[in-house]
């Protein structure tokens, strides 16, 4: 499995923006495909973000697209989500993930406070 370690969660006003960073650790980053998840108080788990290993394919919740943007580093094993235009529905805890092509999410980060105040 691979570790992950999420930073650049906090506090920002509806409007602004805010770049996650999930570091990755352990076996080989590369071939992972990465994602971004959050939890929103009450509500389920839900995939927000994904990015393929090579970085050549992305996908968005219909909810987030235009205004986040998920890249990755493969030289420094990290993958970040660029957050513009937040709003006060992107409160939540975000998670990154990693799943080897073919495979099932299987590797989590802790999470990171996401609070956009209105």
């Known amino acids: 499995q691979v570790q992950l370690v999420e930073s650049g969660g906090g506090l920002v006003q509806a409007g602004g923006s805010l770049r996650l960073s999930c570091a990755a650790s352990?076996?080989?980053?590369?071939?992972?495909?990465m994602g971004w998840f959050r939890r929103a108080p009450g509500k389920e788990r839900e995939l927000v973000a994904r990015?393929?290993?090579?970085?050549?394919?992305?996908w968005y919740t219909d909810s987030v697209k235009g205004r986040f943007t998920i890249s990755r580093d493969n030289a420094k094993n990290t993958v970040y989500l660029q957050m513009n235009s937040l709003k006060s529905e992107d409160t939540a805890v975000y998670y990154c993930a990693s799943r080897v092509v073919g495979g099932s999410w299987d590797s989590w980060g802790q999470g990171t406070q996401v609070t956009v105040s209105s």
């Open positions: 352990g076996r080989t980053f590369s071939p992972y495909n």
């Open positions: 990015i393929t290993w090579s970085g050549g394919s992305t």
